[in-house]
């Protein structure tokens, strides 16, 4: 006798037994060149249909506020800060500390509304360094996210609190060979 299943559609939403908790990830590295790794891990994912949301805090220059995403695919939405420069020093004027929030408060606001399951922060060790962002709001956030959205945190000198609450913390060394 043939056993037959019932195949799923291909859009129909996967059920599991138990709940899977979402990760914190930390990728960090005293340069600042493994954004590479980062974005291959969103675009793998968002290929296999899962939404996902990269908001690059400090890039700026294209006017790619969260009101323009770039769109890579059905699945990857792609946000920076709605500034005409990228952000490099902790003394911002006004707007560009206005523009910063805004971007803050709205990543908040999308992870809260589980628009998205995994949400990278790109040099947000950056942003908290130079105070632009409370150490305190992001580990708040982090403790009141969903729990099922995915987090990876980048930059260099990732602060301890940050790490202490990580998941998997991926530290990016150079090694040199004569």
Not at 38 to 47: E, M, Y
Not at 153 to 165: F, R
Request: net charge negative.
């Amino acid at each position: 006798m043939v056993a037959q299943l019932e195949t799923p559609s291909i859009n129909s939403p996967l059920t599991l037994p138990y709940p899977v908790e979402g990760l914190v990830q930390v990728f960090t590295s005293s340069h600042r060149n493994f954004f590479t790794s980062v974005i291959a891990q969103a675009l793998r994912i968002a290929g296999q249909g899962t939404p996902v949301l990269i908001v690059q805090f400090l890039k700026g220059g294209i006017r790619q506020g969260q009101d323009r995403p770039i769109q890579l695919g059905q699945n990857l939405d792609w946000i920076r800060c709605d500034l005409p420069r990228c952000i490099d020093t902790p003394h911002l004027d006004d707007t560009e500390n206005q523009a910063l929030q805004k971007l803050w408060q709205y990543t908040q606001q999308v992870v809260c509304e589980s628009k998205y399951s995994l949400v990278v922060l790109d040099e947000l060790s950056l942003a908290i360094n130079f105070g632009l962002i409370p150490e305190t709001e992001v580990l708040a956030f982090l403790a009141k996210r969903p729990p099922h959205v995915d987090i990876i945190l980048t930059g260099p000198e990732m602060p301890k609190s940050l790490l202490d609450v990580a998941d998997q913390i991926t530290e990016i060394r150079r090694s040199y060979r004569p």
